[in-house]
């Protein structure tokens, strides 16, 4: 296949698979200007499929630094009115939400972490609605990538330029299933794949999973009524999408007060455009009482003290070490792939979705069950080819879940 017939596969599997856009449905899409013609043709796509209206909000990478480094101290406390209603009435009107991703991972690198974190604090708070929509799959939504000149350099620095863009569309087309115009299908078979694993896990009802590896040796209770999921989703209408493409994991949410141990990052974290790595968490109780970090300490510690809920885990998500990412033996410095090579923890709020009936529950709610809430969900990666994780039944039954990296079952 030509490069161009795999860019109209791509956007067609993110329309027609990824969104599942349905007839009259509006959308909205948020990437950068570096996507526009890729952007352009899923508008297309998306209108062909039935979507009564397609808006785009382009941030520019220049203009993005410039706010950072040039806007007075009290821009990072406010959030515009407009940009809270255009998310709300997306949410009244049953809309879908597409971001595509071309981020610089190194665009906010020397700015002020105060700055950062002070907008990352607006954000939550102003956007509350639509960021609960978001995680409880009221409404559809995706994201998927595409390559920009800065994000291809950082993965492919031993390239010459001009080799640097074509070999990150290469991968990325490659880890997406693009390339024999079957893509559509092999997500069909892909998805029902990681449906089956999560419905093994749903059977056995592990309280509680163990894992070690080099640098880990944490324990991980579960809520009594978790629910394992895979990347496939269903909106309040109960529409199937695809919320992460690539997606080769399945997740649950973690019991907040359930957690002890240490637990050591096996890939970067790349954070509000900033690189921490080489770092080791240790919790207890579930709460996060240590941080030590050789890159990005300061931001890490500023992480996890955005609000409360932020030195909680929300989400815990098995991934093996010999997914198609992983195989790749290339680290892209994004945290929609790399969670994809890796089993990985996140920081903050919890998907209600993974709680049998917690969708729609307030916040209160939610923290009575067991599960965490923040306005932070932050993905870092832990998985390695010496992780080994073991499941204890009710009965105190132990059985092996990952051996050396990959499934045991």
């Given at each position: 296949m030509s490069f161009q017939q795999k860019l109209e596969e791509y956007a067609e599997l993110v329309v027609k698979v990824g969104l599942n856009i349905q007839k009259n449905q509006p959308l909205l899409i948020n990437t950068t200007t570096d996507t526009i013609e890729f952007t352009r043709l899923i508008v297309k796509k998306a209108y062909e499929a039935g979507a009564k209206r397609v808006d785009v909000n382009y941030t520019d990478e220049v203009n993005a630094r410039l706010f950072y480094d040039l806007a007075p101290d009290e821009a990072f406390h406010?959030?515009?009115?407009?940009?809270?209603?255009?998310?709300?009435?997306?949410?009244?009107?049953?809309?879908?939400?597409?971001?595509?991703?071309?981020?610089?991972?190194?665009?906010?690198?020397?700015?002020?972490?105060?700055?950062?974190?002070?907008?990352?604090?607006?954000?939550?708070?102003?956007?509350?609605?639509?960021?609960?929509?978001?995680?409880?799959?009221?409404?559809?939504?995706?994201i998927v990538a595409m390559p920009s000149a800065k994000w291809a350099a950082k993965v492919f620095p031993q390239l010459q330029p001009e080799e640097q863009m074509q070999a990150l569309w290469d991968l990325i087309f490659q880890v997406v299933r693009i390339g024999e115009g079957t893509a559509v299908q092999k997500w069909k078979e892909h998805i029902d794949h990681l449906e089956s694993r999560a419905e093994l896990l749903n059977a056995k009802r592990f309280k509680k999973l163990h894992y070690k590896a080099n640098g880990t040796d944490i324990q991980v209770e579960l809520p009594k009524e978790h629910i394992w999921l895979s990347g496939a989703s269903k909106n309040a209408q109960s529409v199937p999408f695809i919320a992460n493409m690539p997606t080769e994991e399945v997740y649950t949410a973690p019991l907040k007060t359930g957690i002890n141990g240490y637990v050591k990052n096996t890939k970067p974290f790349v954070y509000q455009g900033n690189v921490i790595d080489n770092f080791t968490l240790t919790f207890e109780n579930g709460a996060i009482v240590k941080v030590k970090a050789?890159?990005?300490?300061?931001?890490?510690?500023?992480?996890?003290?955005?609000?409360?809920?932020?030195?909680?885990?929300?989400?815990?998500?098995?991934?093996?070490?010999?997914?198609?990412?992983?195989?790749?033996?290339?680290?892209?410095?994004?945290?929609?792939?790399?969670?994809?090579?890796?089993?990985?923890?996140?920081?903050?709020?919890?998907?209600?979705?993974?709680?049998?009936?917690?969708?729609?529950?307030?916040?209160?709610?939610?923290?009575?069950?067991?599960?965490?809430?923040?306005?932070?969900?932050?993905?870092?990666?832990?998985?390695?080819?010496?992780?080994?994780?073991?499941?204890?039944?009710?009965?105190?039954?132990?059985?092996p879940i990952f051996q050396k990296g990959t499934w045991a079952f």
């Open positions: 406010e959030i515009p009115k407009w940009s809270v209603m255009q998310r709300d009435e997306l949410i009244e009107n049953k809309g879908a939400l597409l971001w595509i991703d071309a981020d610089n991972p190194d665009l906010l690198e020397g700015v002020s972490i105060e700055r950062i974190s002070n907008f990352q604090k607006a954000s939550g708070k102003a956007l509350e609605r639509y960021r609960k929509a978001v995680m409880s799959d009221v409404i559809t939504w995706s050789e890159t990005g300490e300061e931001l890490l510690q500023e992480l996890i003290q955005t609000d409360e809920g932020a030195k909680f885990l929300g989400e815990i998500a098995l991934v093996p070490h010999e997914s198609p990412i992983s195989a790749s033996n290339v680290l892209f410095f994004n945290t929609l792939f790399d969670e994809n090579a890796s089993n990985h923890f996140a920081i903050g709020e919890a998907y209600p979705t993974c709680l049998e009936g917690a969708r729609g529950l307030s916040p209160s709610e939610l923290e009575n069950l067991g599960i965490n809430t923040s306005i932070v969900h932050e993905d870092f990666m832990i998985g390695s080819a010496d992780m080994d994780i073991l499941g204890e039944l009710e009965d105190g039954t132990v059985e």
